[in-house]
C-alpha cells in the first residue's frame, strides 16, 4: 500500500495570502487529522476528519480550515497569512472508527515571508 | 485533560550504550501510548504502541517501551544505541473515550537523542 501523501513539500508564502495544502491518506483509511509543528509549540493538533466530517478541532483560529472529499482526501486551507503560521504541517492517516493509530505523512513546510 | 511530558528535551549516549527516554502521561480514562520517531525534514514514523494487553511492547528497531499504570509512565528503551539512532523522538497519548477524543493525538515536546560514536 502507498504510504500518506502531502503535497506539496515546500511552500513560500506571503504575509497575507492564502494557502491550500493536501493530503491523501493510506488506501482505505477514512480518517485524516491535521498537525502543525514549530520548534516554539512543539507539535499541536489542528483537525480531523472522518468520512467527510470534522470530528475534533484544536484550538486555533478559524483563519486555519480544512474539508475532506469522499475519497478520503483532504484539504487544509489557511487564510490571510502570518509569519507565525510558518510551520511543518503534519498529515496522519487513521484506519477504522476507533482509530487508535496514526501513519503520518512527510509534511509539507510553509514559510511565510 | 490528557498531557504528555517528556523528561529531558536532549539525550546523548554512546554508541552501545543503552537508550532510556522517559516519558509521563496524565489521563482520566485508560490511555492509547506512542512512541514516535522524526527525523530531518521528515514525517513521524511509528516506533511502537500500547493499547491494551500486554503492558511490555516491542518496536522496530529494537525499540521497547513499558506501560506502567502505577508511574502513569510509558518509558521508551534500547538496550544498545546504534548511530542511526540520533533523531527526535515523540511520546503521545490518545484515549478511547468516543465521541471528539477519537483522531486527536497530544504529544509530548520530545526528545532529540544524539548518539556518540
Known amino acids: 500500500k502507498a504510504g500518506v501523501t502531502q503535497t506539496p513539500r515546500y511552500l513560500i508564502k506571503t504575509r497575507g495570502q492564502q494557502v491550500t495544502l493536501s493530503c491523501s491518506p493510506i488506501?482505505?483509511?477514512?480518517?485524516v487529522s491535521w498537525y502543525q509543528q514549530t520548534p516554539g509549540q512543539g507539535l499541536q493538533f489542528l483537525f480531523e476528519?472522518?468520512?467527510?466530517?470534522?470530528?475534533n478541532k484544536g484550538n486555533f483560529p478559524g483563519r486555519f480550515s480544512g474539508r475532506q472529499f469522499s475519497n478520503s482526501r483532504s484539504e487544509m486551507n489557511v487564510s490571510t497569512l502570518e509569519l507565525g503560521d510558518s510551520a511543518l504541517y503534519l498529515c496522519?492517516?487513521?484506519?477504522?472508527?476507533?482509530?487508535?493509530?496514526?501513519?503520518f505523512g512527510q509534511g509539507t513546510r510553509l514559510t511565510v515571508v | 485533560a490528557q498531557s504528555v511530558t517528556q523528561l529531558g528535551s536532549h539525550v546523548s549516549v554512546s554508541e552501545g550504550a543503552l537508550v532510556l527516554l522517559r516519558c509521563n502521561y496524565s489521563?482520566?480514562?485508560?490511555?492509547?501510548l506512542f512512541w514516535y520517531v522524526q527525523y530531518p525534514n521528515q514525517g513521524l514514523q511509528l516506533l511502537l504502541k500500547y493499547t491494551t494487553g500486554a503492558t511490555l511492547v516491542k518496536g522496530i528497531n529494537g525499540f521497547e517501551a513499558e506501560f506502567k499504570k502505577s508511574e502513569t509512565s510509558f518509558h521508551l528503551t534500547k538496550p544498545s544505541a546504534h548511530m542511526s539512532d540520533a533523531a527526535e523522538y515523540f511520546c503521545?497519548?490518545?484515549?478511547?473515550?468516543?465521541?471528539?477524543?477519537?483522531?486527536?493525538?497530544?504529544f509530548g515536546q520530545g526528545t532529540i537523542l544524539t548518539v556518540h560514536p
Open positions: 503521545a497519548v490518545s484515549f478511547n473515550a468516543g465521541g471528539t477524543s477519537y483522531g486527536k493525538l497530544t
Open positions: 496522519a492517516s487513521m484506519e477504522g472508527w476507533t482509530r487508535t493509530e496514526a501513519f
Open positions: 476528519y472522518f468520512s467527510e466530517t470534522q470530528r
Open positions: 489521563s482520566s480514562v485508560p490511555p492509547y
Open positions: 488506501s482505505g483509511h477514512r480518517s
